[in-house]
């Protein structure tokens, strides 16, 4: 009898499957062409987030699971792992057919995003936090990912303060590992997003060596009774100085 191929996986491996997992089948969904837009994002939605938590509680029965699109499993506000998930982030992008989106899960162990996958399926790619590299040179000039439909102005006025080209991107998860990936140098975010949103890439962009904090320098906290997490800076270690500077001068005081 063939085994299972997600048994016995430690978690980062899981992780990686898992996000796999649900990138093939978003793939394949979009590929049938029964469905576009936002009607193919919903169903996209819907069928990756049923496989990942069918996933997590065959594999990890005790573990609790934050997800953007269900209700809470198991006990999370006491829990000491919690599973975040976001089974398709940038629905909007999957929807248009464009390649900057991403499936997103991560293991946060007492608040802290320690282990996470963030799939690029449309690149065939998994990034992972068990397998950093070294990364890339930076750009020259730098280079800022910000939203291709609402960058927001705090990062619009940090990019002209560092010379930095603006390079628009879809969803969270494209942005952070475009950082990652060295597509990319500093990702500042100041707008409304969720834990779901940057718990998966910041695992993997910290497990890669790049700077992740909020922007008033705090530690980005995880599985908080309200998900809310709305501002943080990913960016090259040695560019995190220049930028909180930049953010300073900018920032208008009251």
């Given at each position: ?19 796999a ?11 049938r062409?029964?469905?576009i837009?936002k009607?193919?994002g ?7 987030n ?11 029965p005790?573990?609790?699971?934050l ?39 991560a293991?946060?162990?007492d608040?802290?995003?320690a282990?996470?996958?963030?799939a690029l ?25 910000v939203?291709?439909t ?13 010379g930095?080209v ?11 590992m ?18 779901w ?19 008033d ?12 997490l ?7 270690a ?13 920032t208008?005081?009251?």
């Amino acid at each position: 009898m063939p085994s299972d191929p997600l048994a016995r996986r430690d978690d980062a491996a899981l992780a990686a499957e898992i996000a796999a997992i649900a990138g093939d089948y978003l793939c394949s969904l979009r590929d049938r062409q029964e469905l576009i837009g936002k009607a193919l994002g919903a169903a996209g939605d819907e069928g990756a987030n049923q496989r990942i938590i069918e996933m997590l509680r065959r594999e990890r029965p005790d573990d609790a699971i934050l997800s953007e699109e269900c209700a809470d499993v198991g006990h999370r506000a006491s829990a000491r792992r919690v599973w975040i998930v976001d089974p398709l982030d940038g629905t909007r992008e999957y929807g248009e057919g464009r390649d900057d989106w991403a499936v997103h899960v991560a293991l946060a162990l007492d608040g802290i995003a320690a282990i996470g996958a963030v799939a690029l399926p449309s690149l065939g790619t998994v990034m992972r936090s068990d397998e950093p590299s070294p990364l890339p040179a930076a750009g020259n000039p730098l280079r800022m990912v910000v939203s291709r439909t609402r960058p927001a102005k705090e990062a619009v006025a940090v990019a002209e303060a560092l010379g930095a080209v603006l390079v628009p991107m879809g969803s969270a998860g494209a942005k952070a590992m475009a950082v990652v990936r060295g597509q990319a140098d500093i990702y500042l975010h100041s707008g409304g997003q969720y834990e779901w949103d940057n718990a998966a890439p910041v695992a993997v962009a910290s497990a890669f060596g790049l700077y992740c904090a909020r922007l008033d320098g705090s530690p980005m906290r995880y599985n908080s009774a309200d998900p809310s997490l709305g501002d943080f800076l990913i960016c090259r270690a040695e560019l995190a100085d220049l930028v909180n500077d930049a953010m300073e001068k900018t920032t208008p005081h009251s």
